[in-house]
């Protein structure tokens, strides 16, 4: 069975300074994994996807994610955050198997404080 | 390319009653998912339509019904609601059935408040 952990309810975080939101996931094949990012009294906005190749994926609005493989992490990352990033951000995962369904993580709530 | 889209996008009702959630898909996607989100729940999976089929399912009761159109628009319904249904309801649309690799794109969301 997929399942995808978020270890951090919130983070916290200062203008200006790099951001980090945890993954890690479950699959019994290969993963591919997905971040999305909802603002309030909003659906979900694709972030990026990672699917095969560069470890390191780049995506919308300045963030990037690093898959790793012997950890099963795929952590979120931003070099500069800022205020408008505020949001809660979820992590999903698919596994490499025809009509499997997403599965989500429970969504971490980053805030970036001026 | 217009995106996801859901109507309405707020709804209250009474326990007992019924209701009906739409959404249209992006021009081309023929791929329709319906999820719940609630602050307890998190997003959790109901169905997955693909040419007016129910592909996939989760964990629901029968309440809980879905349907699509030629068009690739859908409909969702829950019967004999009850107060715990209180939630956000998702619409997610993709290219293509079950392919792993696809992206799924969310409309705003339904926003059902059961009184």
């Known amino acids: 069975a997929q399942s995808v952990a978020q270890p951090e309810d919130q983070v916290n975080v200062a203008e200006g300074n790099p951001l980090t939101v945890k993954c890690t996931y479950s699959?019994?094949?290969?993963?591919?994994l997905f971040w999305y990012v909802q603002y309030p009294n909003r659906g979900l906005q694709f972030l990026l996807k990672y699917i095969t190749g560069d470890n390191l994926v780049k995506g919308s609005y300045g963030f990037e994610a690093e898959f790793n493989k012997s950890q099963t992490s795929f952590h979120l990352k931003k070099p500069s955050a800022l205020v408008s990033d505020s949001a809660l951000y979820f992590c999903a995962v698919r596994q490499d198997n025809y009509g499997q369904n997403f599965v989500f993580g429970p969504g971490t709530r980053l805030s970036v404080l001026p | 390319k217009a995106g996801v889209t859901q109507t309405p996008r707020y709804l209250i009702k009474t326990r007992g009653q019924q209701v009906t959630l739409s959404c249209s898909p992006i021009s081309g996607h023929r791929s329709v998912s319906w999820y719940q989100q609630t602050p307890g729940q998190g997003l959790q999976f109901l169905f997955e339509?693909?040419?007016?089929?129910?592909?996939n399912k989760g964990n629901f009761p029968g309440r809980f019904s879905g349907r699509q159109f030629s068009n690739s628009r859908s409909e969702m319904n829950v019967s004999t609601l009850e107060l715990g249904d209180s939630a956000l309801y998702l619409c997610a649309s993709s290219l293509v059935l079950g392919a792993s690799t696809d992206t799924q794109y969310f409309g705003p969301g339904t926003r059902l408040t059961v009184l």
């Open positions: 699959v019994s094949g290969n993963p591919y």
């Open positions: 339509y693909f040419s007016e089929t129910q592909r």
